[in-house]
């Protein structure tokens, strides 16, 4: 008797699954970039130093010290479908813990319980992606993904345009309004548990078996090029959340003199750039290769961007540009870039392990920032006092370049990967 054999997914399979996964990562972007525009109005209102502001976001990453690594491997255990949605759930209930006290210690829980889920969430997603499209124009869909995920953190700072009347009533109904943004996650999460739980009945997904046992030693045995990535990595997103989603606002108000509806709008132009260019890198790597030029360049133009803002009176639209190209370009090359360097059955490992070292380095940054400005009287009154923050975060970036030079280097001798030759497929 011949055995049935299935066919992959269509393309319009693989689409229904990438869009319900990024809607849901746009919830979750929203919610985590929350703080940012109401960062102010918690210092001018509540008393919140820049120390507490800087908390809210180092205590989302702290737990994902530990616990993205654990997500990670109950991702490679459990599935992805089953992961992201349970990881949905405890992003809203700490979404709206934050949003129902004014006590620090409460809103700092919230965002503690977010982070559980957020992170361990995100990783889900990836992973997921990289099973439905590895060899399929694997950088594009990850490009569509951080594109409808960007869109979240753009409506979060235009939200101080878009729902004026809600920031006017204080900091509460922004917040709460962000927790309404996570139900969507979990609603999007859910529609992706019924389509890949129907897929797998009509279609062959060709998923791993998930290990029977955790091997720990693991960890230690990726390559040297992986390492670099996560190196890179770590150094960028240190700089860009800390800077765009924690103080940038507040920033550009004490510093630049603008209102809040304009430093929520110019810090957003960051991320609806990043809506439009992600796609648009990805699917250029996709046909071009050349991956680690591409993290190179991108890192190099973060790095160039703060001595501008540090020292020159240029228009913020130049700093802008250059880092919205960055935000657009690097993470559109470097998740994609994994699945090239691990087999698929550690691929939730290795994005927990390089997400769990992420989250090292956000916890840090952000305390050591808000500390620095703290500790220099950083305000409307001493702009001056946010220097030492603006050569913390141009140290930062001259690492991540010289990480993705090396990787570079590494990339183009005998022990490569085929990073800056493989060519993708079509969807």
Same mark, same amino acid.
């Given at each position: 008797? !011949?055995?049935?054999?299935?066919?992959?997914?269509?393309?319009?399979?693989?689409? !229904?699954?990438?869009?319900?996964?990024?809607?849901?990562?746009?919830?979750?972007?929203?919610?985590?970039?929350?703080?940012?525009?109401? !960062?102010?109005?918690? @210092?001018?209102?509540?008393?919140?130093?820049?120390?507490?502001?800087?908390?809210?976001?180092?205590?989302?990453?702290?737990?994902?010290?530990?616990?993205?690594?654990?997500?990670?491997?109950?991702?490679?255990?459990?599935?992805?479908?089953?992961?992201?949605?349970?990881?949905?759930?405890?992003?809203?209930?700490?979404?709206?813990?934050?949003?129902?006290?004014?006590?620090?210690?409460?809103?700092?829980?919230?965002?503690?319980?977010?982070?559980?889920?957020?992170?361990?969430?995100?990783?889900?997603?990836?992973?997921?992606?990289?099973?439905?499209?590895?060899?399929?124009?694997?950088?594009?869909?990850?490009?569509?993904?951080?594109?409808?995920?960007?869109?979240?953190?753009?409506?979060?700072?235009?939200?101080?345009?878009?729902?004026?009347?809600?920031?006017?009533?204080?900091?509460?109904?922004?917040?709460?309004?962000?927790?309404?943004?996570?139900?969507?996650?979990?609603?999007?999460?859910?529609?992706?548990?019924?389509?890949?739980?129907?897929?797998?009945?009509?279609?062959?997904?060709?998923?791993?078996?998930?290990?029977?046992?955790?091997?720990?030693?693991?960890?230690?045995?990726?390559?040297?090029?992986?390492?670099?990535?996560?190196?890179?990595?770590?150094?960028?997103?240190?700089?860009?959340?800390?800077?765009?989603?924690?103080?940038?606002?507040?920033?550009?108000?004490?510093?630049?003199?603008?209102?809040?509806?304009?430093?929520?709008?110019?810090?957003?132009?960051?991320?609806?750039?990043?809506?439009?260019?992600?796609?648009?890198?990805?699917?250029?790597?996709?046909?071009?290769?050349?991956?680690?030029?591409?993290?190179?360049?991108?890192?190099?133009?973060?790095?160039?961007?703060?001595?501008?803002?540090?020292?020159?009176?240029?228009?913020?639209?130049?700093?802008?540009?250059?880092?919205?190209?960055?935000?657009?370009?690097?993470?559109?090359?470097?998740?994609?870039?994994?699945?090239?360097?691990?087999?698929?059955?550690?691929?939730?490992?290795?994005?927990?392990?390089?997400?769990?070292? @992420?989250?090292?380095?956000?916890?840090?940054?952000?305390?050591?920032?808000? !500390?620095?400005?703290?500790?220099?009287?950083?305000?409307?009154?001493?702009?001056?006092?946010?220097?030492?923050?603006?050569?913390?975060?141009?140290?930062?970036?001259?690492?991540?370049?010289?990480?993705?030079?090396?990787?570079?280097?590494?990339?183009?001798?005998?022990?490569?990967?085929?990073?800056?030759?493989?060519?993708?497929?079509?969807?």
């Amino acid at each position: 008797m !011949a055995q049935d054999t299935k066919a992959p997914p269509t393309t319009a399979w693989r689409w !229904a699954v990438l869009i319900a996964i990024s809607v849901a990562m746009f919830g979750n972007y929203y919610a985590y970039d929350s703080i940012g525009p109401v !960062a102010e109005s918690l @210092q001018r209102l509540l008393g919140f130093s820049d120390t507490q502001i800087g908390t809210l976001n180092a205590i989302y990453s702290f737990p994902n010290i530990i616990m993205v690594l654990v997500g990670g491997i109950i991702v490679d255990r459990f599935g992805t479908r089953l992961s992201t949605l349970m990881f949905a759930v405890i992003c809203s209930i700490g979404a709206f813990l934050t949003a129902l006290s004014p006590l620090f210690p409460v809103m700092a829980a919230g965002r503690l319980i977010f982070g559980l889920g957020a992170e361990s969430m995100i990783v889900a997603i990836t992973v997921a992606i990289g099973q439905w499209f590895v060899g399929r124009q694997l950088g594009f869909a990850f490009g569509v993904n951080l594109s409808i995920a960007r869109a979240g953190s753009y409506s979060a700072d235009m939200s101080t345009t878009w729902f004026k009347p809600l920031y006017d009533l204080g900091w509460q109904p922004p917040l709460l309004l962000a927790a309404g943004f996570s139900l969507i996650a979990v609603a999007a999460s859910f529609v992706y548990f019924l389509l890949e739980r129907r897929a797998f009945a009509r279609f062959d997904l060709q998923r791993p078996a998930p290990s029977d046992r955790i091997v720990w030693s693991d960890l230690l045995r990726f390559d040297r090029s992986y390492w670099y990535i996560v190196g890179l990595c770590v150094t960028f997103y240190s700089v860009i959340f800390p800077f765009r989603s924690t103080f940038a606002i507040k920033y550009f108000q004490h510093a630049h003199g603008l209102t809040l509806q304009e430093a929520g709008t110019i810090n957003g132009y960051v991320f609806l750039a990043a809506i439009f260019a992600t796609p648009a890198f990805g699917l250029i790597v996709d046909r071009a290769a050349r991956r680690a030029a591409f993290m190179a360049l991108g890192s190099f133009l973060l790095f160039a961007a703060f001595p501008i803002l540090a020292y020159t009176h240029l228009s913020l639209w130049i700093t802008t540009v250059m880092i919205g190209i960055a935000f657009s370009l690097v993470p559109a090359v470097l998740w994609p870039a994994v699945p090239y360097l691990v087999t698929q059955d550690r691929l939730g490992t290795a994005y927990g392990l390089m997400t769990m070292l @992420q989250n090292i380095g956000l916890t840090l940054i952000n305390l050591l920032a808000g !500390a620095l400005n703290d500790t220099y009287g950083a305000g409307a009154d001493n702009p001056a006092g946010y220097l030492p923050m603006l050569w913390l975060f141009f140290g930062l970036s001259f690492f991540g370049f010289a990480f993705a030079a090396a990787l570079r280097a590494r990339e183009t001798g005998p022990h490569g990967h085929g990073l800056e030759s493989i060519r993708a497929r079509g969807l």
